[in-house]
C-alpha cells in the first residue's frame, strides 16, 4: 500500500486530499512517492492521512541525539509507527507515541524486534493516548495525583486549586510519555525500567502466554506474590490494587515536590506552573525522583488509611 514502508525513506507532507484524491505536489516532498487513484477504503484513508502527521513529528524526536541525523534511522522510527498505526485503528497514531518508540529503535538494531518491543510496551500504555470529546486517557491518573499532592502536601494542593490548577492538567504530558522530556534520555530509561520491574504483574502478561503455561496460581498465593514487583505486591496484599495506582503519579508528585518552594512562591498563574515545570526538562535526577516517590507513596498510604 506504501511503497516508502522499509526503504529507508518517509513522507513529512500530505500524499492524498481529505476526500481521498491524490496530491501529485507532494511527489517531490515526499520522496518522488505519488499515490495514483484515488483512495475509496474508509480505514485506508484514515490510515493515509495521518502518515505526514506522524513523519513531521519523526523529525522533531530527539534531534538533539546524533542517532537521528542518519535519515534512514528516521525511516525506522516512521515504519514503526506507521505500522502500529495500521494494526491498531481504534487508537491510530497520537503525539507523543514517537517519544515511547523512540528509544527500541536507538536500543534494538533489528526493526521487527523494535516493533513488537514498542507494541508490547503500548499495551500497557495505550489507554494513555485515548482521547475522547468527554476524557482523556491519562485523567484517572491526574485524579490520582491530585488525592496524592491533597494528602501529602495540602498547602501546595490548595495553591494549585486557587489557580485553577486542581485539575493537575499541566501533569498530562509527564504521564502521557512517561517523563521522557523531563529526563535525560539514559535517566527516562533508567526510571522506565525501575517502575515497569516495581509494578510487574504476572498476571498481566497471561494473555501472552499458551492457556497450559500460566500455572494455576491464586492470587494471593506466597508462591505468586514473590513473582510481583515491590510496588504492585503492597496493593495485592493490601487489597487494593487498582490500575490506576501507577507509580508514575507519585514520579510525578515527586518532580512537584522538588519544585515547591517555587510553586508557592513564583506562580501566579496557570503559566507560570507551567514554565517552572518546564525549566526542568532533561535536569531531573532518576534515582533521586524514585527514591522520592516511594517516600511518598508511603506517606500517602499512612495518611489515606488514618484518614
Not at 525513506?9 to 484524491?21: C, L, N, P, R
Not at 505486591?233 to 510525578?252: D, I, M, P
Not at 515547591?260 to 506552573?273: F, Q, T, Y
Amino acid at each position: 500500500m506504501v511503497p516508502l514502508i522499509g526503504s529507508g525513506k518517509f513522507v513529512t507532507m500530505a500524499v492524498v486530499a481529505e476526500d481521498g484524491q491524490p496530491l501529485e505536489e507532494s511527489s517531490v516532498e515526499n520522496q518522488g512517492w505519488l499515490v495514483k487513484t484515488a483512495i475509496t477504503d474508509k480505514r485506508l484513508l484514515q490510515w493515509m492521512l495521518v502518515l505526514s502527521q506522524i513523519g513531521l513529528d519523526v523529525v522533531r524526536t530527539d534531534r538533539y541525539l546524533s542517532f537521528y541525523e542518519n535519515e534512514s534511522n528516521q525511516a525506522r522510527l516512521w515504519d514503526i509507527l506507521s505500522i502500529y498505526t495500521w494494526l491498531n485503528p481504534d487508537i491510530g497514531y497520537v503525539q507523543g507515541m514517537n517519544d515511547i518508540c523512540s528509544p527500541m529503535i536507538i536500543l534494538l538494531e533489528d526493526e521487527a524486534d523494535a516493533f513488537w518491543c514498542f507494541e508490547r510496551a503500548m499495551r500497557r500504555l495505550r489507554e494513555n493516548f485515548r482521547t475522547t470529546a468527554t476524557s482523556m486517557g491519562v485523567q484517572t491518573q491526574l485524579g490520582m495525583l491530585s488525592q496524592v499532592i491533597k494528602t501529602v502536601d495540602p498547602r501546595l494542593h490548595q495553591h494549585l486549586e486557587d489557580l485553577d490548577g486542581g485539575e493537575y492538567l499541566f501533569a498530562i504530558r509527564m504521564l502521557m510519555v512517561l517523563f521522557r522530556r523531563e529526563f535525560s534520555f539514559l535517566d527516562a530509561l533508567y526510571l522506565w525500567e525501575l517502575m515497569w520491574a516495581m509494578e510487574y504483574n504476572p498476571n498481566l502478561f497471561a494473555s501472552y502466554e499458551k492457556p497450559e503455561n500460566r500455572g494455576n496460581f491464586s492470587e494471593q498465593d506466597p508462591r505468586l506474590l514473590k513473582k510481583y514487583g515491590k510496588f504492585e505486591r503492597k496493593y495485592v496484599k493490601s487489597g487494593q490494587n487498582e490500575q490506576h495506582n501507577t507509580l508514575a503519579v507519585f514520579v510525578v508528585a515527586s518532580v512537584l515536590e522538588t519544585k515547591n518552594k517555587r510553586l508557592l512562591k513564583e506562580a501566579k498563574g496557570l503559566d507560570d506552573v507551567v514554565q517552572i515545570l518546564g525549566d526542568i526538562a532533561g535536569n531531573l535526577d532518576a534515582r533521586k525522583a524514585c527514591k522520592e516517590a516511594l517516600k511518598i507513596h508511603e506517606k500517602f498510604l499512612k495518611k489515606a488509611n488514618r484518614q
